[in-house]
């Protein structure tokens, strides 16, 4: 009898084991733009309500520390998709057109997941840059995300407030029509082309500043454009467009393992809610941006739900930086923005080295594996790759990341003891609950925007844990607590 009870155990333990070794969730990273940690109505800071973020961050694990690499987009997807500290690659600042900036041959997490025999796919906004230095768009665009690990592709290119207005699907724009080919440029408008700044009777939204290129849809963009008419895409229609083709993916997928990247343009500008949604928030197109995005995550989770697949897939929310009001047009995100405070209780916004800017939203779900929580440790997204690769059992780690699997997925462990922060090629170092500020020149406020950037003629040195919104510097009172930090955090830039 205890022959056969032991070996039933043994079974049992090792089929416990199998089980925990070939868990291969679906995985997908719903990704915002420029969405701040007082947004998101879970982190109960702000006044904007946002019920389908806040049921996922309810049962999942949401993270108050949870810090994107940098205060802009670019570097910050870098950093999520390499595991690599943007900074230490030169191309990766704020992306305008060509070209990509992911070598071909770096590690990437979709690679990593492809290597373990999941389907991958992006849809959404790209912005890492494609082709090697001039982009024919007439023609197949590579190298892309097709060529740094994405099965499939369904991108808007750069920003929505940057030319080309079309979206490109595996290397092609959609719906280009060869008899009227698709021309940009950053420098140069295409004559005759109406534009922003000549012809303002032609807009539907004001530019406040930059933002006074080409006309589409009634709004000037960054940079200029000419022809492919037939390819523009509908500004009011871009978070429906997205969610269809997240669903259609998923669809297609779903019988073995899926890795969806579902990177959201809201709320970054021009905000172009759709109109079922304008008004809703009381707080003009950027508040109504957020809650349109919301109901689209709320559908995305009432789908998985649906077809059956919630059980298994892993869900990761974030953002690639913090808030920012006046992006570049006038929208009313100023005006009617009320008692709402997008930043929380942090000090700054995006492009600054202040908390703002890149302490952002952070949430995990997992039904029945992740218990609900929130956590206080720090994390980051430079550090999910090497986290859902330790996950997943494989043995790919990137230089810069953390293995958090437990943190993350698990609800054990520690967190990151630290972290080197950027914000428009400016870096900081924290360390625990302290952040050192080095001195920078440049303005204290970026006016167009109207936020505090971090920059200062001296150190800066703070104690989160004590002064959350930064307002006591402490470099002088702890001259060895700066020292200190400043010997590390130069050692880490020079470190490889
Ligand atoms: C800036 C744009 C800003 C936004 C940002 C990129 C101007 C004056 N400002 O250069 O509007 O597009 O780039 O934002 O052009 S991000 O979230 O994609 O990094
Ligand atoms: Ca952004």
């Known amino acids: 009898m205890k022959k056969v009870i032991l070996l039933l155990s043994l079974i049992f333990l090792s089929a416990c084991k199998t089980e925990e070794k070939i868990q291969t969730p679906n995985i997908i990273i719903i990704y915002a733009d420029d969405l701040g940690y007082g947004d998101v109505s879970a982190y109960e800071r702000g006044q904007l309500a946002t019920p389908n973020i806040d049921k996922i961050a309810r049962?999942?694990?949401?993270?108050?520390?949870?810090?994107?690499?940098?205060?802009?987009?670019?570097?910050?997807?870098?950093?999520?998709?390499?595991?690599?500290?943007?900074?230490?690659?030169?191309?990766?600042?704020?992306?305008?057109?060509?070209?990509?900036?992911?070598?071909?041959?770096?590690?990437?997490?979709?690679?990593?997941?492809?290597?373990?025999?999941?389907?991958?796919?992006?849809?959404?906004?790209?912005?890492?840059?494609?082709?090697?230095?001039?982009?024919?768009?007439?023609?197949?665009?590579?190298?892309?995300?097709n060529e740094v690990g994405f099965d499939y592709s369904f991108i808007m290119p750069d920003t929505q407030d940057r030319v080309p207005t079309v979206y490109i699907e595996n290397g092609y724009v959609v719906n280009l029509d060869p008899n009227d080919p698709l021309e940009v440029s950053f420098k140069n408008n295409f004559e005759g082309q109406p534009t922003g700044k000549e012809n303002p009777e032609l807009l539907t939204m004001n530019w406040d500043h930059g933002h006074n290129g080409t006309i589409v849809n009634g709004i000037s963009r960054i940079g200029f454009m000419k022809g492919g008419k037939k390819a523009h895409w509908s500004d009011i229609g871009m978070a429906d467009e997205f969610l269809t083709q997240a669903k259609n993916y998923i669809n297609k997928v779903k019988d073995s393992p899926f890795f969806l990247f579902y990177s959201l343009q809201q709320p970054h500008v021009p905000r172009t809610p759709h109109p079922r949604f304008e008004g809703i928030s009381g707080m003009g197109p950027r508040g109504d941006a957020i809650v349109e995005a919301d109901w689209a995550i709320g559908s995305l989770f009432s789908y998985l739900e649906e077809k059956d697949l919630l059980n298994n897939t892993l869900i990761i929310i974030s953002s690639d930086n913090g808030p920012v009001l006046n992006d570049g047009y006038v929208d009313d995100a100023v005006k009617k923005i009320g008692k709402h405070t997008p930043w929380g209780n942090l000090r700054g916004g995006k492009y600054s080295l202040f908390e703002a800017g890149t302490r952002v939203p952070f949430?995990?779900?997992?039904?029945?594996?992740?218990?609900?929580?929130?956590?206080?440790?720090?994390?980051?997204?430079?550090?999910?790759?090497?986290?859902?690769?330790?996950?997943?059992?494989?043995?790919?780690?990137?230089?810069?990341?953390?293995?958090?699997?437990?943190?993350?997925?698990?609800?054990?462990?520690?967190?990151?003891?630290?972290?080197i922060i950027e914000a428009q090629s400016r870096t900081a170092y924290k360390n625990e609950d302290w952040v050192m500020i080095p001195p920078y020149p440049g303005p204290a406020v970026s006016t167009s925007v109207n936020i505090e950037l971090g920059n200062a003629e001296n150190y800066q040195l703070y104690n989160l844990k004590e002064d959350i919104n930064q307002q006591q510097n402490l470099a002088e009172k702890e001259p060895e607590k700066l020292e200190k930090m400043k010997a590390r955090f130069e050692q880490l830039l020079t470190d490889n």
């Open 59 to 145: 049962n999942g694990a949401r993270f108050t520390k949870g810090y994107a690499s940098s205060a802009t987009c670019t570097p910050s997807r870098y950093a999520l998709m390499t595991g690599s500290y943007p900074w230490r690659n030169k191309q990766a600042k704020i992306s305008t057109g060509a070209s990509l900036i992911i070598d071909t041959l770096e590690l990437t997490l979709p690679k990593m997941l492809k290597s373990l025999d999941y389907q991958t796919a992006v849809v959404g906004k790209w912005h890492l840059g494609l082709g090697n230095s001039e982009i024919d768009y007439n023609k197949k665009i590579s190298p892309g995300p």
């Open 363 to 419: 949430i995990t779900y997992w039904k029945d594996k992740i218990k609900p929580q929130v956590s206080d440790k720090m994390v980051s997204q430079i550090d999910l790759l090497n986290s859902i690769a330790s996950l997943l059992g494989s043995n790919t780690r990137s230089g810069d990341g953390e293995d958090l699997s437990g943190v993350f997925f698990k609800n054990n462990g520690e967190g990151r003891t630290e972290l």
